[in-house]
T-cell receptor
Framework: QKEVEQNSGPLSVPEGAIASLNCTYSDRVSQSFFWYRQYSGKSPELIMSIYSNGDKEDGRFTAQLNKASQYVSLLIRDSQPSDSATYLCAVRKSEAGTALIFGKGTTLSVSS | DVKVTQSSRYLVKRTGEKVFLECVQDMDHENMFWYRQDPGLGLRLIYFSYDVKMKEKGDIPEGYSVSREKKERFSLILESASTNQTSMYLC???????????FGPGTRLTVT
């Protein structure tokens, strides 16, 4: 089983819709979870972090964490064409200090 | 804002050359990381450092070494560049808590 799994996509949504991006992880004791956005040809940019079960909202973005199901998601409300990018899920490796394990990313395409 | 800079955006080297990639951060972060990113393989950790002169191997350290003589600077060294080291190299830095990592712009290295 891969340590951090994401559907590669592409996930296509119309402008104004809600985009839902999902991520599962294998290490049950992981405590820190992150979402990065990466535009084509650019480096990853941190957009959300979440550490506790439940929802965390920041503007149009909501991160959701369910540790019992080992599942973390990112919702993007009122999707815009500028949200078209690859979204990377990252999980802190509990046994190795500060290192993160990254999923391979989900490509989101928002059409106008 | 966190600022992570990398010495070059694009680099072309010949097989067998020794290659130095440098990364500098301005946030006094304890931890610094080197990744490579390849299509279909995602982000893979090469080495990381949690303190000056301290280093830990990541998932793919073979063919690479690192140096951290000052807290703000972390160098990746390709001892003898090979064509399979053609890739995007990304440096990141982060603190011990909350473990968020911030990326530099990346160096696209081509080895011919």
């Amino acid at each position: 089983q891969k340590e951090v799994e994401q559907n590669s996509g592409p996930l296509s949504v119309p402008e104004g819709a809600i985009a839902s991006l999902n991520c599962t992880y294998s290490d049950r004791v992981s405590q820190s979870f992150f979402w990065y956005r990466q535009y084509s040809g650019k480096s990853p940019e941190l957009i959300m972090s979440i550490y506790s079960n439940g929802d965390k909202e920041d503007g149009r973005f909501t991160a959701q964490l369910n540790k019992a199901s080992q599942y973390v998601s990112l919702l993007i409300r009122d999707s815009q064409p500028s949200d078209s990018a690859t979204y990377l899920c990252a999980v802190r490796k509990s046994e190795a200090g500060t290192a993160l394990i990254f999923g391979k990313g989900t490509t989101l395409s928002v059409s106008s | 804002d966190v600022k992570v800079t990398q010495s070059s955006r694009y680099l072309v080297k010949r097989t067998g050359e020794k290659v130095f990639l440098e990364c500098v951060q301005d946030m006094d972060h304890e931890n610094m990381f080197w990744y490579r990113q390849d299509p279909g393989l995602g982000l893979r950790l090469i080495y990381f450092s949690y303190d000056v002169k301290m280093k830990e191997k990541g998932d793919i350290p073979e063919g690479y070494s690192v140096s951290r003589e000052k807290k703000e600077r972390f160098s990746l060294i390709l001892e003898s560049a090979s064509t399979n080291q053609t890739s995007m190299y990304l440096c990141a830095s982060g603190s011990d808590s909350p473990y968020e990592q911030y990326f530099g712009p990346g160096t696209r290295l081509t080895v011919t």
